[in-house]
């Protein structure tokens, strides 16, 4: 891939940021030795067509919806969750597709999102210091030393808890849960409650229409209906745990991280001379980059000759994550560096991370229609730049939780303390995540 020498471990050379501290070093090690062992999450192949799918995004042939938990957590491990997620972002898809008239490529936040970066190490709970939660693969929520005490164990659980999630979705898909035919997938009840309904009914209708039309003209067998493309992602934050599920392909000598199908750098650890960069640097797989606004132009193309020097398609996702304030001011600039320097990139915008505030008595949220229109901008300013927005990134859950204002039921700061389940950051909801689907192809339709 890159000029310069490339090994699983060279980004030890260099010191991570993000990084838990384990008490038991030890135990650290053996666990790390175990998860070594273990078989791969995902194959190269699927891996290598998820390039190709994210190539044809970044072309405009296709579309991404990336999408799932701030945080996964261990205890949602159970088959009705796990095809609720899979539902919604089937529903998101097939509502997008509609809007974009193109396929969506589907990726999930999921099966193996536990490892969280955090702004401070530690924290204050009633007078007490512990360390700061960080995700589910690292340490416990609740706030006690015991529980808040990184233990290597917890990453061993993090990968057995990665692959039965992956094995369930796996099983679903292949038994046609994702069929396109079956009632339950259009079961939106959830949004019946919404003022937007009867446009959004509409739409509905349309789809369905096609969905019939396409049936009777027989032109289209029932598997093509059925079989869906689902991959998954999570932050590549814990270096040790990915370098564990990094391993060398026999046949074409390249180097994956079979963990999951696309990795990517948060907005925290992306240093263009960090040892995140130079982990990433050297797997085959898709990688994602969070683009914040503190990241000029300069340290955009500088990041992009890092990660992919050959400048290869479908390489490299740059999800900007501006803040609907910023927008404006902050991606122009970076566009224009990405076409003057003919990068082959695929930009996708994630109007969640620079969106967050703090409501009443601490707890975080994000307001729909900020949300909305940090999207709306985005796409906005590809469009007059002569560029292409490829794809959208959600924190989405389909559980009916109030943790975003706003949304078709307008949901208000007294509703948050109705059904606030967040470990980390604040998600849509299920009827939030339709209507966001909803909104969003009609922005692109137009
Ligand atoms: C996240 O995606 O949950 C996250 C922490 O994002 P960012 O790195 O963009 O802040
Ligand atoms: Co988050």
């Not at 070594?36 to 699927?46: D, F, I, Q, S």
């Not at 009840?189 to 209708?205: F, G």
Request: hydrophobic share 35%; glycine share 8%; proline share 5%.
């Amino acid at each position: 891939m890159s000029k310069r020498p490339w090994a699983p471990d060279g980004w030890r050379s260099r010191q991570p940021l993000q990084q838990p501290e384990y008490p038991d070093v030890a135990e650290f090690r053996r666990a790390l030795e175990e998860i070594r062992r273990y078989p791969p999450l995902v194959a190269p192949g699927e891996v290598e067509r998820l390039r190709l799918r994210m190539a044809e995004a970044g072309r405009g042939a296709a579309f991404i919806l990336q999408g799932g938990n701030c945080a996964e957590r261990f205890i949602d491990c159970r088959g009705e969750s796990i095809a609720n997620k899979l539902k919604i972002l089937l529903q998101m898809s097939v509502i997008l597709t509609y809007g974009v008239r193109r396929p969506v490529v589907r990726i999930g936040r999921i099966a193996g999102q536990y490892a969280k970066p955090r702004s401070s190490e530690y924290e204050t709970v009633g007078g007490q210091r512990l360390h700061s939660y960080r995700g589910d693969a690292v340490n416990g929520v609740e706030p006690v030393p015991s529980a808040r005490t990184p233990d290597p164990r917890r990453l061993q659980q993090g990968y057995f808890y990665s692959a039965a999630t992956l094995n369930h979705i796996r099983a679903l898909i292949d038994g046609g849960f994702a069929d396109l035919r079956h009632p339950h997938n259009w079961d939106l009840k959830a949004i019946e409650r919404s003022r937007r309904w009867p446009e959004n009914r509409d739409i509905l209708d349309r789809i369905l229409d096609a969905i019939r039309f396409m049936e009777s003209f027989g032109g289209v067998h029932a598997e093509a209906l059925g079989r869906i493309d689902f991959y998954t992602s999570h932050e590549g934050l814990l270096l040790d745990y990915e370098e564990a599920l990094t391993r060398r392909d026999a046949e074409s000598g390249l180097y994956y991280n079979l963990g999951a199908h696309l990795v990517w750098i948060g907005a925290r650890t992306r240093q263009v001379d960090g040892a995140h960069v130079e982990y990433f640097r050297g797997i085959a797989n898709p990688v994602g980059v969070k683009i914040d606004s503190s990241c000029g132009p300069d340290e955009l193309i500088a990041l992009l000759e890092a990660l992919n020097p050959d400048n290869q398609e479908g390489r490299v996702a740059l999800i900007t994550r501006l803040g609907a304030g910023r927008v404006e001011e902050a991606l122009p600039p970076l566009i224009r560096a990405v076409q003057s320097g003919k990068r082959a990139v695929v930009w996708i915008c994630d109007p969640m991370h620079a969106n967050t505030q703090n409501a009443e008595g601490g707890r975080k949220t994000r307001d729909f229609s900020v949300i909305l229109d940090e999207l709306t901008r985005t796409f906005q300013i590809h469009k007059a730049e002569g560029s292409r927005l490829a794809g959208v990134h959600f924190e989405l859950t389909a559980e009916d939780v109030t943790e975003c204002l706003g949304g078709g039921e307008d949901l208000t700061h007294a509703d948050l303390d109705r059904n606030y389940e967040t470990y980390c950051d604040p998600r849509l909801n299920n009827a939030q995540s339709l209507e966001m689907a909803f909104l969003i192809a009609r922005l692109l339709q137009t």
